[in-house]
T-cell receptor, first 113, second 113 residues
Framework: GQQVMQIPQYQHVQEGEDFTTYCNSSTTLSNIQWYKQRPGGHPVFLIQ?????EVKKQKRLTFQFGEAKKNSSLHITATQTTDVGTYFC?????????????FGKGTKLSVIP | NAGVTQTPKFQVLKTGQSMTLQCAQDMNHEYMSWYRQDPGMGLRLIHYSVGAGITDQGEVPNGYNVSRSTTEDFPLRLLSAAPSQTSVYFCASSYSRDLTEAFFGQGTRLTVV
C-alpha cells in the first residue's frame, strides 16, 4: 500500500501567492527527494534531504525534512506561471535489506495569471 | 549525454497483443526501474533491477516481465496487453537504490483498446 502520503492532491493559486505541499510517512525515512513534472513531461529531480530537521533553499523554493524524518514539505514563495506542474515527494522506505524509494501521489499546482 | 532513452514514445495495442517497451541509459547506473503513472495514482513501481542479471517485483508487477542482461538496457514486456494497462510508463535509473537522484526517461504513452 501507499506508504508515503502527499497532500493536497490539487492546488490552485493566484500568481504571486505562496504554495506548500506536504509529505508524510508512518515509518522513518532514510531520505526524502522532491521531483517536479511539467505537464506532458517526465519527473525531474529537484533536491534530496537526508538529515533530521534539514532545510534547503533553491531560490523561491524551501524544502524541509522533519525532526523525526517522517515528514517533509516544499514551500514556494510568490508563485510564477513557470511553477505549474506536479510536485512529487519520494521517500526512502525501509524494505528487505535496503530502502526503496517510494513516491507520493503528487500535488498538481495550477497558477492563475 | 543522452541520459535515459525510452522507445517508443506512443503506442496503441489491441487487447491480447504483446510488446516490449525499451529503456536504455548511458550513465553506467546500477539501479533501474519501471513505473506506471495513472491519473490520481502517482508513480507506481512495476519492476526494478539492482544490477545486470538481478530483477525484482515492485508494487504492481502483474502482467509485466523484465530482464536485465546488460547494465545499459532494461526492457519491459507486456505479454498479453489488457485495457487496464493503458498508462504512461516511465523508466528511471540511478547510481544506487537509494540516496541518489533518479533520472527519468521521456515516457511511453500506451493505449490498449
Amino acid at each position: 500500500g501507499q506508504q508515503v502520503m502527499q497532500i493536497p492532491q490539487y492546488q490552485h493559486v493566484q500568481e504571486g501567492e505562496d504554495f506548500t505541499t506536504y509529505c508524510n510517512s508512518s515509518t522513518t525515512l532514510s531520505n526524502i527527494q522532491w521531483y517536479k513534472q511539467r505537464p506532458g513531461g517526465h519527473p525531474v529531480f529537484l533536491i534530496q534531504l537526508v538529515k533530521s530537521g534539514e532545510v534547503k533553499k533553491q531560490k523561491r523554493l524551501t524544502f524541509q525534512f522533519g525532526e523525526a524524518k517522517k515528514n517533509s514539505s516544499l514551500h514556494i514563495t510568490a508563485t510564477q506561471t513557470t511553477d505549474v506542474g506536479t510536485y512529487f515527494c519520494a521517500g526512502g522506505v525501509p524494505g528487505a535489506g535496503s530502502y526503496q524509494l517510494t513516491f507520493g501521489k503528487g500535488t498538481k499546482l495550477s497558477v492563475i495569471p | 549525454n543522452a541520459g535515459v532513452t525510452q522507445t517508443p514514445k506512443f503506442q496503441v495495442l489491441k487487447t491480447g497483443q504483446s510488446m516490449t517497451l525499451q529503456c536504455a541509459q548511458d550513465m553506467n547506473h546500477e539501479y533501474m526501474s519501471w513505473y506506471r503513472q495513472d491519473p490520481g495514482m502517482g508513480l507506481r513501481l512495476i519492476h526494478y533491477s539492482v544490477g545486470a542479471g538481478i530483477t525484482d517485483q515492485g508494487e504492481v508487477p502483474n502482467g509485466y516481465n523484465v530482464s536485465r542482461s546488460t547494465t545499459e538496457d532494461f526492457p519491459l514486456r507486456l505479454l498479453s496487453a489488457a485495457p487496464s494497462q493503458t498508462s504512461v510508463y516511465f523508466c528511471a535509473s540511478s547510481y544506487s537504490r537509494d540516496l541518489t537522484e533518479a533520472f527519468f526517461g521521456q515516457g511511453t504513452r500506451l493505449t490498449v483498446v
